[in-house]
């Protein structure tokens, strides 16, 4: 299978406000589009945007690695499944630095994901610090090895998004993309060669409407993970539709 482009929508803890009539451009724009278009949500929110969205992947932004017990609090992956999720993010910088979680931790999240039936979109990417001390390929590399499930399948994607560029209007340039997007497929193709041409490589990191289309021509960038433009449907609407007019180049 042939990997499909992805602009996924990570909405963290916003989105009260979202008005179904809003994003009802995106629903209408992912209904003939090349692209998968997912938005992971608030869990609460997960089955009203699932009713108002139905073209769209809806998703959870966590879930535990077990599928149910005494953890209060958490949410297993087979719950977001039940609200109405078909995708879920692991290991979101956020999560890694402000809940401490490991690389152990995302690889057991994935693999719940994957046996619930959800995609995963697991989530890597390096501080300032290490890329100053230009260690930032060998960096991601090991968090990668550490957070992939042993069992690959297309229904894992994997999202690059540098710490410094998430929510600070800062992006990574085009060779500093390209050098991380080709590393990460070099390195699929080693550990999963029957892989490496279904897994997408999305970016992330203040991907809005002015930059997509260049990013998105990026060799081996397969769509976006969108933090703050995936709000509102006037900010999410031109990434998607920068997408698209990439896929359909493709
Ligand atoms: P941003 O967030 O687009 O607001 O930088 C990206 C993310 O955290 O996934």
């Known amino acids: 299978m042939i990997k499909r482009m992805m602009i996924a929508g990570n909405w963290k803890m916003n989105g009260r406000d979202f008005a179904a009539e809003d994003m009802h451009a995106v629903n209408e724009a992912a209904h003939t589009a090349p692209v998968d278009v997912a938005l992971c949500v608030p869990a609460t929110m997960i089955r009203d945007c699932a009713a108002a969205m139905p073209r769209l992947r809806i998703g959870g932004q966590d879930c535990h690695a077990a599928s149910s ?9 087979e719950m977001l499944r ?3 999720a078909s995708i879920v993010l692991a290991g979101h910088s ?4 402000l809940a401490c979680e490991t690389d152990a931790d995302v690889q057991g999240k994935a693999v719940a994901a994957l046996a619930a039936g959800l995609r995963v979109i697991i989530c890597v990417g390096e501080s300032a610090e290490v890329r100053e001390a230009g260690e930032h390929i060998a960096y991601v590399l090991g968090q990668l090895d550490g957070s992939l499930p042993d069992q690959l399948s297309e229904n894992v994607i994997i999202a690059y998004e ?4 998430i929510g600070t209007g800062k992006t990574a340039t085009p060779d500093d993309v390209a050098e991380m997007h080709s590393a990460i497929r070099v390195h699929l193709e080693g550990i999963a060669p029957e892989h490496q041409d279904s897994i997408a490589i999305l970016y992330g990191g203040s991907v809005n409407a002015t930059n997509a289309a260049a990013l998105f021509a990026i060799p081996d960038v397969d769509g976006a993970l969108v933090g703050g433009a995936s709000l509102k449907a006037e900010s999410f609407l031109p990434v998607v539709a920068a997408g698209i007019a990439e896929a359909a180049n493709r």
Do not use: C, K, N, Q
């Open 162 to 165: 540098p710490i410094w560029a």
């Open 82 to 84: 039940d609200a109405g």
């Open 69 to 77: 017990g005494a953890f209060t609090g958490w949410l297993s992956a």
């Open 94 to 97: 956020e999560r890694r630095t």
